[in-house]
Every structure is written in structure tokens, then in C-alpha cells.
T-cell receptor, first 116, second 114 residues
Framework: EAQVTQNPRYLITVTGKKLTVTCSQNMNHEYMSWYRQDPGLGLRQIYY???????DKGDVPEGYKVSRKEKRNFPLILESPSPNQTSLYFC???????????????FGEGSRLTVL | GNSVTQMEGPVTLSEEAFLTINCTYT??????LFWYVQYPGEGLQLLLKATKADDKGSNKGFEATYRKETTSFHLEKGSVQVSDSAVYFCALSDLGPGTYKYIFGTGTRLKVLA
């Protein structure tokens, strides 16, 4: 089954404790992206990647890191989480890549993160 | 910069009522436009899309027409069902040299009462 898988789905952590949210897709998509969803703000893009080893900042990249060493994986790293990073996070992928296009986004089920 | 504005919710309707959720955008160039739907506890999924002016996207009884002259992409459905209760997001794809971003509206929550 074609899907985007995120883990963990739920996490409660404390300020400053490094964490990684994994994202994997099995559709051979070039494009992957991370979003955070907050009430009243909709989805805001954190980082995106147009292909392996090609990443770029979205609209709210502060406090986050990403890497794209393999096509299927795009982990989101919070080196020193703070309470303002409490949010619902979504990973997404698309067949759109360096070749351009208008492909739809395929979303994971979300990871709810609470930073105390 | 590019942006998407959609109507505030929540929108509460009775079953079989007509639905309109307004969406307007600002963009340079010719973005593609999308409507995504998020059911409770789930990720977003594509509802419909349109890639050029005057295109009409449709799916599951929902429709939206890409209106370049009014920079709008309003979502409509003639007769809503309880199962349509969800959050709806309007979005555009922002293509540029070396960049490919999606920009989302803030979402509109729809509640349909039996």
C-alpha cells in the first residue's frame, strides 16, 4: 500500500531533550516536506527536499533540522526542543521534484508533539 | 509573497444544504490550486485540484473552478452529508527557480448536522 509513515505518532518530551521524528515513503517520490499545524495558523512549511541531498527552508525553519540521505526517508530533528514547538507535525511527499510539475501531496497521519 | 486566504469557520450546515467555502489567493505566475480535506485524527488528503485558469476540479460531489480574473478557487457542494464534516484547506503550489513550495490557507471547519 502506498503510504507515508511517521513515527512516533504521539510524544511528550521535556525542554532541551533532542528528538527525531522519522518519515518514510514507499512511492519513490522525489519531493518531501514537513509541516506544522497550529490552531488558527493552518499548515506552515518547515523544510522541504526536492531530491536526495537537496533541502531548503520553508517558512518556519527555526529550531529544526532535516536530512535527506535516502530518497525514501526525511527525518525531522529537534536539537533542543522548546515549548513553542508543541504542535501537530505532518510529513508529506509528492512525485514533483526537480523536473517540476503540479503533483499532489501525500500526507502521513501526523505526529503530535508536546514539549514541557 | 504568495498567499492563500480562506473563510473563517466553523461552518455549520444541515444535511443536504448547499456548501460554499471561499478561497482567494495572491501569486505571481501561474500556480496550481488545491483543496485538501482533513478528517478527525487523520492527515490531509487531496480532494481536488486545478492546474490552469478556468479549469474545474471535481471529486465526491465537490467542485472548484480556477478563476484567474478574481484570483479565487471557491469550494462548492450541492448537498452536504454528515460524513463531509471535516476541515478543508485551500492551497497553492509555488513554483520558482530552484524552489517548490506549497502554501496553505488556515483551514475551514465544516460541521454537518443530521
Amino acid at each position: 500500500e502506498a503510504q507515508v509513515t511517521q513515527n512516533p505518532r504521539y510524544l511528550i518530551t521535556v525542554t532541551g531533550k533532542k528528538l527525531t521524528v522519522t518519515c518514510s515513503q514507499n512511492m519513490n517520490h522525489e519531493y518531501m516536506s514537513w509541516y506544522r499545524q497550529d490552531p488558527g495558523l493552518g499548515l506552515r512549511q518547515i523544510y522541504y527536499s526536492m531530491n536526495v541531498e537537496v533541502t531548503d527552508k520553508g517558512d518556519v525553519p527555526e529550531g529544526y533540522k532535516v536530512s535527506r540521505k535516502e530518497k525514501r526517508n526525511f527525518p525531522l530533528i529537534l536539537e533542543s526542543p522548546s515549548p513553542n514547538q508543541t504542535s501537530l507535525y505532518f510529513c508529506a511527499s509528492s512525485p514533483t521534484g526537480l523536473a517540476g510539475g503540479t503533483g499532489e501531496l501525500f500526507f502521513g497521519e501526523g505526529s503530535r508533539l508536546t514539549v514541557l | 509573497g504568495n498567499s492563500v486566504t480562506q473563510m473563517e469557520g466553523p461552518v455549520t450546515l444541515s444535511e443536504e444544504a448547499f456548501l460554499t467555502i471561499n478561497c482567494t489567493y495572491t501569486a505571481t505566475g501561474y500556480p496550481s490550486l488545491f483543496w485538501y480535506v482533513q478528517y478527525p485524527g487523520e492527515g490531509l488528503q487531496l480532494l481536488l485540484k486545478a492546474t490552469k485558469a478556468d479549469d474545474k476540479g471535481s471529486n465526491k460531489g465537490f467542485e472548484a473552478t480556477y478563476r484567474k480574473e478574481t484570483t479565487s478557487f471557491h469550494l462548492e457542494k450541492g448537498s452536504v452529508q454528515v460524513s463531509d464534516s471535516a476541515v478543508y484547506f485551500c492551497a497553492l503550489s509555488d513554483l520558482g527557480p530552484g524552489t517548490y513550495k506549497y502554501i496553505f490557507g488556515t483551514g475551514t471547519r465544516l460541521k454537518v448536522l443530521a
